[in-house]
């Protein structure tokens, strides 16, 4: 009886080795905003850790809108088994707002996570956090808005902050809106500038450092950066400098923009959100749980990061009880 144990164990032992090698890899559908960042390489390490085969299709948007329909038509004719989204606009082009979802234009069929969403709710990708009622799922990786205005206080008390934003990007602005309702909770005033648009509608970085030098006269005593996909391609070109120039800190919301030189940031690191990201994917893969009973959740905890650097060249150490919790970064590689 006992052998005869052992052997059915083996047997399915040795069965359970045969499925694992030769299970056909779960196709992901992988649709970017500016190129492959650090999420995608942490969603990538994430399968490779836990054995789990997938094969991504990565397409890129470019920041070109209408590049879109063509990469929709290609998932109803693939059928990944998911689609992996990236950022606020991508998402909103794949399902749609929750007030304008249309099979006809948008994928309904096939479940979706979404990454470095910074306001699903706000943008209107999900009801609340708890279940987006739909075939999607995701992560969001910004702090609370409120508790990124009282980190900033707590490095310098302010009540003026400017803030600089692409008016394109609905992350960008649900984050302005919500920044509006904590200035007349915490008593601070917010100073916006937008960048320009060009004949064709698109963004452009002219005349951007005027006005960061704007709100610096108009006595803004922060400039926060909002996650905004733009400001990230400008940021340590233009952006940053023409801060430091006029003397004006400045506060990212993102690693992108901590890494482009700014002075302090309450962050979560991109590595990070990718791997949760994947976590979320497997419960769909691998459990077969369905992508609207997946909560839309953030990392547990952020980093406080300061440019020691960048603070001793305005003249704005931290305050002494944030050496025992902040995690002081290098300054950036120069910019190409």
């Known amino acids: 009886m006992t052998r005869l144990l052992l052997a059915a164990l083996l047997l399915c032992f040795v069965m359970g080795e045969v499925s694992a090698q030769t299970q056909r890899p779960f196709r992901i559908y992988a649709i970017t905003f500016r190129g492959m960042t650090d999420v995608e390489k942490g969603f990538q390490d994430y399968f490779t850790a836990r054995k789990i085969p997938v094969e991504i299709t990565f397409r890129d948007l470019n920041r070109d809108a209408t590049r879109m329909p063509g990469f929709l038509e ?12 990236w950022g ?13 979802i249309n099979p006809q234009s948008h994928i309904t069929d096939i479940p979706v996570v ?90 452009i970085a002219d005349g951007a450092a005027e006005m960061v030098a704007e709100m610096k006269a108009a006595n803004a005593e922060w400039l ?31 690693e992108q923009l901590m890494q482009a030189g700014a002075l ?38 952020f980093s406080f990061q300061v440019q020691l650097e960048s603070a001793i060249q305005l003249g704005l150490p931290p305050p002494l009880p944030m050496f025992n919790y902040a995690d002081f970064v290098a300054p950036p590689a120069p910019a190409n």
């Open 264 to 301: 302090a940031g309450l962050i979560s690191r991109y590595h990070s959100i990718g791997q949760f990201t994947a976590y979320k994917a497997e419960q769909i893969l691998v459990k077969k749980t369905p992508a609207k009973n997946i909560p839309v959740e953030t990392l547990t905890r």
């Open 88 to 100: 606020t606009s991508v998402t909103l082009g794949v399902v749609g707002a929750l007030d304008k």
């Open 224 to 254: 926060y950066l909002p996650p905004d996909s733009f400001l990230g391609t400008q940021a340590q070109k233009i952006v940053i400098p023409a801060a430091r120039e006029s003397g004006l800190p400045t506060f990212a919301s993102t």
């Open 74 to 85: 290609e998932i109803r004719r693939t059928k990944p088994d998911l689609v992996y989204t």
């Open 114 to 203: 979404f990454t470095l969403v910074a306001a699903p709710v706000l943008a209107k990708i999900v009801p609340d956090l708890k279940s987006s009622g739909r075939n999607v799922t995701g992560v969001f990786h910004v702090a609370p808005t409120e508790t990124q205005m009282r980190a900033m206080a707590a490095y310098r008390p302010f009540k003026k902050i400017g803030v600089l934003y692409s008016p394109t990007e609905r992350n960008s602005v649900v984050t302005l809106e919500e920044i509006r309702e904590v200035g007349k909770k915490m008593n601070f005033t917010v100073i916006e500038k937008k960048f320009q648009l060009d004949a064709a509608n698109k963004l």
